[in-house]
């Protein structure tokens, strides 16, 4: 395989080592509430510790790339938010416990900007590519519950410095992703962009149909495991594996959009996208039995199909600050969920987790409605070399 293709796989399983602990935070709640009687708000407060930094740091480190390459950033990343996950269950004290998991937070978002960056001058514009980079995450999102299943199920908390192996590992493969990476960006021509104005207005109603698609992701990340033993009974193995159905369906979902938008435009895509979340929630909400997964599986695709196109959109508003777009995108609109999980959780504690859950129904028609009044971005193809900014390891100057 040629030096330049090797980029974006090694960046995707980077990807997925690093966004495991983003999943594990909501596979660890179950634990944290059998094994320290938590409450749904005290549960949903571990998750908002892990988003609310997030939601903050990592548009500032998309502007901070914008202006500079800044690949150390990937491995140092990667162990942080390792090293936060794995200390979140070496304590019994719930302050700590917030402040690992924010650790790890924080970790997670000083990746993501400078990993999209890097990504985008791997694929060169292709969606399909981005797509790949994307599936990387949603794959580690999907083996968190089963990592968290076989290390803290197995031995319980306690064993939770386990937990740290996946971040080894993906600091390894960050080191050889933007060696790849940096020989790739100094040969052939530059991706097909967009224009060079920034379209601030189109870049704020895209930011708000993701926050709407986050806070449906999000809510039921981190209460789905506890509605399914409801729903269907039986044990929290049957939570797990809701999750699991929600985490990997992202799998199919993020592939199948970048294909999808090859074909048909990412905007149309988007849309049937989101109408499908509004039916599929409503099935994760109200049906009970061994159905539910099948509705799972559904939401899973109408909430995954969409998330590259989000980022390269984001990107192709904003190209005179890609990091900062990749920064929103993946950070701010999609962390800003955790906000809204502690008042579903309270909300749970004075009614139902149901009826907590009913208004995500809603929320992807709102995303909907919104993505109605976007139109594409003009590509403009800049032949040559790729620019010296977006080559991996050099530093930028303005």
């Known amino acids: 395989m040629p030096t330049r293709s090797r980029a974006v796989p090694l960046l995707s ?14 596979a660890l709640v179950p634990f944290f509430v059998a094994e320290r009687a938590y409450g749904y708000a005290a549960a949903a407060g571990i998750v908002l510790a892990a988003s609310l930094l997030s939601s903050v740091v990592q548009p500032v480190f998309g502007v901070l790339t914008d202006r500079w390459a800044m690949p150390w950033l990937l491995p140092v990343s990667t162990i942080v938010a390792g090293a936060g996950a794995a200390m979140a269950g070496m ?28 990504a985008r001058v791997a694929a060169r514009g292709s969606h399909r590519s981005m797509s790949w980079f994307s599936l990387g995450g949603n794959l580690g999102f999907a083996a968190a519950p089963v990592l968290v299943g076989l290390v803290v199920g197995a031995g319980g908390l306690a064993a939770s410095p386990l937990l740290v192996v996946p971040a080894l590992l993906g600091a390894v493969l960050c080191a050889a992703a933007l060696r790849s990476a940096r020989a790739a960006a100094a040969t ?19 930011s708000g149909a993701i926050v709407c698609r986050s806070i449906v992701f999000i809510g039921l990340s981190t209460f789905l495991a506890l509605h ?19 985490f990997l369906g992202g799998a199919v979902g993020t592939v199948a959009g970048g294909n999808l938008a090859t074909r048909y435009g990412r905007l149309p895509v988007m849309r049937w996208s989101y109408a499908l979340t509004v039916l599929a929630v409503a099935g994760v909400v109200v049906v009970p039995g061994p159905l539910l997964f099948v509705f799972v599986a559904l939401a899973s695709a109408g909430l995954y199909v969409p998330f590259s196109l989000h980022i390269t959109l984001g990107q192709d ?38 009826l907590a859950l009913a208004p995500l129904i809603v929320l992807p028609a709102v995303g909907a409605l919104l993505l109605r009044t976007l139109s594409e971005p003009e590509p403009v193809t800049m032949p040559g070399r790729a620019p010296g900014p977006a080559v991996p390891g050099r530093a930028r100057s303005r």
Do not use: K, M, N
Not at 20 to 25: A, D, E, N, R, T
């Open 13 to 26: 399983v980077s990807h997925a080592c690093v966004d495991v602990y983003q999943g594990s935070v909501a």
């Open 91 to 118: 304590t019994d004290s719930y302050p700590l416990t917030l402040a690992a998991v924010a650790v790890s937070g924080i970790g997670v978002a000083a990746y993501h900007p400078e990993a999209a960056r890097v």
């Open 188 to 206: 052939g021509p530059a991706p097909a962009t967009a224009s060079g104005r920034d379209d601030r207005r189109s870049f704020l109603v895209l």
């Open 228 to 246: 399914a033993v409801r729903q269907v009974g039986g044990d929290g193995f049957r939570g797990s594996a809701a999750l699991f159905v929600l």
């Open 317 to 354: 508003y904003l190209p005179q600050h890609v990091g900062t777009a990749s920064g929103v995108t993946l950070g701010l609109t999609v962390s800003i969920g955790g906000l809204a999980s502690p008042a579903i959780g309270a909300l749970a504690d004075a009614t139902s987790l149901q």
